[in-house]
Nanobody, 127 residues
Framework: QLVLVESGGGLVQPGGSLRLSCAAS????????VGWFRQAEGKEREGVSC???????????NYADSVKGRFTISRDNAKNTVYLQMNSLKPGDTAVYYC?????????????????WGQGTQVTVSS
């Protein structure tokens, strides 16, 4: 079983930054596409970003329009970790953030695409 653990959430003021980490264990990680999702109170879980290894061996990324230009996803396969760098945070970014993985070489930001999920980490953007 692939186990995912998120960390890095917390309270930040509008305009601030956070970096979330998703650490994987239990299986070689490089074969998995990884997505970041978030769920605000009273709302459906939505895709934020995802990353996968393209045919050339580099990471290929997708972003939701709401975070494009502000968030950056990356992965370090040697560390079995995926990151989400979040800049210019807004109150609307407040949510529980989850990472998810599936043994695929491509990714989407669709919830149903993923087999393995972390426990989530709370991000609160407030002054």
């Amino acid at each position: 079983q692939l186990v995912l653990v998120e960390s890095g959430g917390g309270l930040v003021q509008p305009g601030g930054s956070l970096r979330l980490s998703c650490a994987a264990s239990g299986f070689p990680f490089e074969y998995y596409a990884v997505g970041w999702f978030r769920q605000a109170e009273g709302k459906e879980r939505e895709g934020v970003s995802c990353i996968y290894n393209n045919s050339g061996g580099g990471g290929t990324t997708n972003y939701a329009d709401s975070v494009k230009g502000r968030f950056t996803i990356s992965r370090d396969n040697a560390k079995n970790t995926v990151y989400l760098q979040m800049n210019s945070l807004k109150p609307g970014d407040t949510a529980v953030y989850y990472c998810a993985a599936v043994r695929k070489r491509v990714c989407t930001t669709e919830v149903g695409y993923y087999d393995y999920w972390g426990q989530g980490t709370q991000v609160t953007v407030s002054s």
